[in-house]
């Protein structure tokens, strides 16, 4: 990795992967067992995506993501007892146990959820883009997402109005391949890359799939 990271801090990173994944194969388990109530989407396999983004955003900086939150609400630095307690419906949960697997956040980590509806926090991102644009502060917005959700209406108008008005959004696409269970190829007649040709963005960072995490079916499952 050349980002000229100390080991200590490298290592630092790599505690946190495991402990992502570590908290995903506990909620499974409790999952299983019907503990938790509603949906649980897990985040194993993309642990170094979170990890990473993370470790490049200032803390300041604002967080909008899809419903595979759990492991960017870790790296984000919220408690991990407190992510499990939510998990559970406790009302000691990130959010006072209301939200469940899909609906982290935390004011005070500018973590703004956790969306269970596809595509629905762009808007809100590029909303708080607009916002720190305004007000002219001196924050970024880092929005996440998976690739099935370049096929949303969302995706089209938010990168649309971001890239008008030159906004301190960053979209983030987590590229697994599959939209849940259904494969890219299976939905739509070209590549997700290609989507960001219809706007007036910068292009993807190589940060690929095989450089960074593996796609597992099991990541899918629930
Ligand atoms: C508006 C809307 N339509 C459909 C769904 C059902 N749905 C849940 S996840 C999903 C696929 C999302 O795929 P992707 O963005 O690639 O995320 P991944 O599961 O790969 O992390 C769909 C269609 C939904 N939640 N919201
Ligand atoms: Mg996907």
Do not use: I, N, Y
């Given at each position: 990795m050349e980002m000229g990271l100390l080991p200590d801090e490298l290592l630092a990173l790599y505690r946190q992967m495991v402990l992502i994944r570590r908290l995903e194969e506990k909620s499974t388990q409790l999952y299983t067992a019907g503990q938790i109530g509603g949906f649980l989407h897990l985040y194993i396999g993309e642990e170094a995506i979170a990890v990473g983004a993370c470790k490049a955003i200032h803390p300041d900086d604002h967080l909008f993501t899809a419903y595979r939150d759990h492991g960017w609400a870790i790296a984000r630095g919220l408690d991990p007892g407190r992510i499990l307690a939510e998990l559970l419906g406790k009302a000691t949960g990130v959010s006072g146990g209301k939200g469940g697997s899909m609906h982290m956040a935390s004011a005070e980590h500018h973590y703004w959820g956790g969306h269970a509806i596809v595509g629905a926090h762009l808007p809100l991102a590029t909303g708080v883009g607009l916002a720190v644009q305004y007000r002219e502060e001196d924050q970024a917005v880092l929005c996440v997402l998976g690739e099935g959700t370049t096929n949303i209406g969302y995706f089209h108008e938010s990168l649309n109005l971001a890239a008008l008005w030159k906004l301190p959004v960053v979209f983030l696409v987590e590229n697994n391949q599959y939209g849940m269970g259904t494969q890219v190829a299976r939905r739509q007649?070209?590549?997700?890359?290609?989507?960001?040709?219809?706007?007036?963005i910068s292009p993807a960072l190589p940060l690929t799939d095989k450089t960074f995490w593996k796609f597992t079916p099991e990541s899918t499952r629930h």
């Open positions: 007649p070209c590549p997700t890359s290609l989507r960001r040709d219809v706007h007036t």
